[in-house]
């Protein structure tokens, strides 16, 4: 091989590793996912951002999640410690970074949810849940209102409505009880924003 061939070569090779690295570096989204039982409990602390918490078939916890500027996305930090029915997961992002996460998780699973501020949406998991934010809206698929032995739902600030229980509330300092002879608890509590409690089944 000539020189100027062997050169060629090594330049196109060079051009072709910058591409590369330009590419990882210009990547918005990351994922993490761990093996986790179906019926297990869940504890979430969450920095600021947008999430979908979602239930489905698979025994696993998997996080995926975004950002608006590739820069920030190294600053981004998610955590999932998995023992053997327990598991944490938690989230750390840096401010103003547009972070999206959805997270999936086992159909039956209990969960418990902190939220320091942003829009949640929890969907298609049987099973008990505690769940409080500061700031944001909130949407919870309940399923059937037969599935709950207690449920306790607050808002300070905003509108809080459930219908698979027939409540509509808006204002301050909104809140109701709710009993009945299913299998499950329900606490919500929102500082300010709206919370909607709702049964997916129902609206599709």
């Known amino acids: 091989m000539s020189s100027k061939v062997a050169a060629a070569v090594v330049g196109a090779a060079l051009v072709a590793a910058a591409a590369v690295g330009a590419v990882q570096e210009a990547r918005t989204s990351d994922a993490l996912e761990r093996p986790f039982v179906s019926n297990g409990r ?3 602390n969450l920095s600021a951002g947008d999430y979908r918490i979602v239930g489905g078939p698979a025994d696993r916890i998997r996080v995926e999640w975004s950002v608006r500027d590739a820069a920030k ?16 997961l938690s989230t750390d992002s840096p401010g103003n970074s547009g972070f999206k996460a959805v997270v999936h998780v086992p159909a039956q699973a209990d969960l418990y949810v902190r939220l320091t501020a942003g829009d949640l949406r929890v969907e298609s998991i049987r ?10 809206d909130v949407d919870i698929d309940v399923g ?6 207690h449920v306790d739902a607050s808002v300070w600030a905003g ?5 698979p229980f027939n ?3 808006g204002g301050l300092f909104r809140a109701f009880d709710w ?8 606490h919500a509590h929102l500082k300010a924003g ?10 599709e």
Do not use: C, W
Request: a positive charge; aromatic letters at 6%; hydrophobic letters at 40%.
């Open 194 to 203: 709206d919370l909607r409690l709702f049964s997916k089944s129902a609206e």
């Open 127 to 136: 099973g008990n849940k505690d769940i409080e934010l500061h700031a944001g």
């Open 42 to 44: 869940i504890r979430m």
């Open 179 to 186: 009993s009945g002879k299913g299998p499950y608890r329900l």
């Open 167 to 169: 409540v509509y509330k």
């Open 159 to 163: 509108d809080l409505t459930a219908a």
């Open 144 to 149: 059937r209102a037969d599935d709950y032995q």
């Open 73 to 88: 996305l190294p600053r981004v930090h998610v955590g999932a410690d998995v023992r053997g029915a327990e598991a944490a």
